[in-house]
């Protein structure tokens, strides 16, 4: 079975500053892997994903990605956050089976201070 | 083009009271989903609709039925609601070759 582990449940910092957020799994085989982005009182807003080829994916908002299989991550990056960033992320890993069996990370906190 | 709605966006319940949440999509998507978010534990699935007549459990099943009325709609029925069913609810949709999920804005449900 699919699980994912965000292992930061908040991480506050600066505007400008660089962000990483982590994100591990497991999953047998290769996995379609998503970020999503919530605001508070919103739904969730698909950022980026990978489903195979090129390991570094570009998504919305200036954020990217690498897939790193022999680390099993998929780490969100952003070079220079914004207040606007200020959120709840979260990883997703998705079976390649169509349709099922979705499991999402439990979340980051992201604080943005001015 | 609404994406995925539901309905209501909030509602509060008394122990023991029954409800239903609706979710519909003009996305024509087949597969459905039902989430529960609660702090610190993601979304976690309580029921999935891979086409219009199937439903399965997800992972939190216990206290929920579900029913795929037709290919746009999805909806969610406690029969008696507990105390531990206080979460938002969220609905989501994937469509054919496209794992990824739109999600609809949540539904926040108070038991009390």
């Known amino acids: 079975a699919q699980s994912v582990t965000q292992p930061d449940i908040h991480i506050t910092v600066s505007e400008g500053a660089s962000l990483e957020l982590r994100c591990n799994y497991s999953y047998g085989a290769t996995p379609y892997l998503f970020w999503y982005v919530q605001s508070p009182g919103q739904g969730l807003q698909l950022l980026l994903k990978?489903?195979?080829?090129?390991?570094l994916v570009q998504g919305i908002k200036g954020f990217e990605a690498e897939f790193k299989r022999s680390q099993s991550s998929f780490n969100l990056r952003k070079p220079s956050v914004h207040w606007s960033d200020a959120a709840e992320y979260f990883c997703a890993v998705g079976a390649r089976n169509y349709g099922q069996n979705f499991v999402f990370g439990p979340g980051t906190r992201l604080s943005v201070l001015p | 083009n609404a994406g995925v709605t539901q309905t209501p966006k909030f509602q509060v319940l008394k122990t023991g009271q029954s409800m239903t949440l609706q979710c519909a999509q003009d996305?024509?998507?087949?597969?459905m989903y039902w989430y529960r978010q609660d702090p610190g534990m993601g979304l976690r699935l309580i029921y999935y609709?891979?086409?219009?007549?199937?439903?399965d459990k997800g992972e939190v099943p216990n206290g929920y039925n579900v029913s795929r009325l037709n290919k746009r709609e999805f909806s969610l029925r406690l029969e008696s609601a507990a105390p531990s069913q206080t979460s938002v609810y969220f609905c989501a949709t994937t469509g054919t070759g496209r794992n990824e999920q739109f999600f609809g804005p949540g539904t926040r449900l108070t038991v009390l």
């Open positions: 609709s891979a086409s219009e007549g199937t439903t």
């Open positions: 996305m024509n998507h087949n597969s």
């Open positions: 990978y489903f195979s080829g090129d390991t």
